[in-house]
């Protein structure tokens, strides 16, 4: 799937898939350039629940390396990505 753009006279192109992974997983690859040679290269990940299970995992893994990708960050349910909304909204109901 490639999708292209042309934003303040510069070009963007994108050109991504989806891989099957896991059962409640969607995994997301693409390269895309933008202003100028550059090419970004990126694999994303999501799941319904946050969580994986170990076999998933080894198999995003092994997908992820099939890809030429290499993994650097692992992220797990607990973490708290957005703080700020749960502060708002606490000031909101005192």
Not at 14 to 42: A, V, Y
């Amino acid at each position: 799937m490639a999708f292209i753009a042309n934003l303040e006279n510069k070009n963007l192109y994108i050109n991504g898939q989806f891989h099957e992974t896991c059962p409640d997983c969607l995994m997301w690859s693409d390269t895309f350039k933008w202003f100028g040679p550059t090419e970004i290269r990126r694999l994303l990940l999501y799941t319904k629940t946050g969580n994986m299970t170990l076999p998933n995992l080894e198999r995003f893994k092994q997908q992820a390396a099939c890809l030429n990708f290499t993994l650097g960050l692992h992220m797990t349910s607990d973490t708290e990505l957005c703080p700020e909304k749960e502060e708002i909204a606490v000031k909101e109901d005192q």
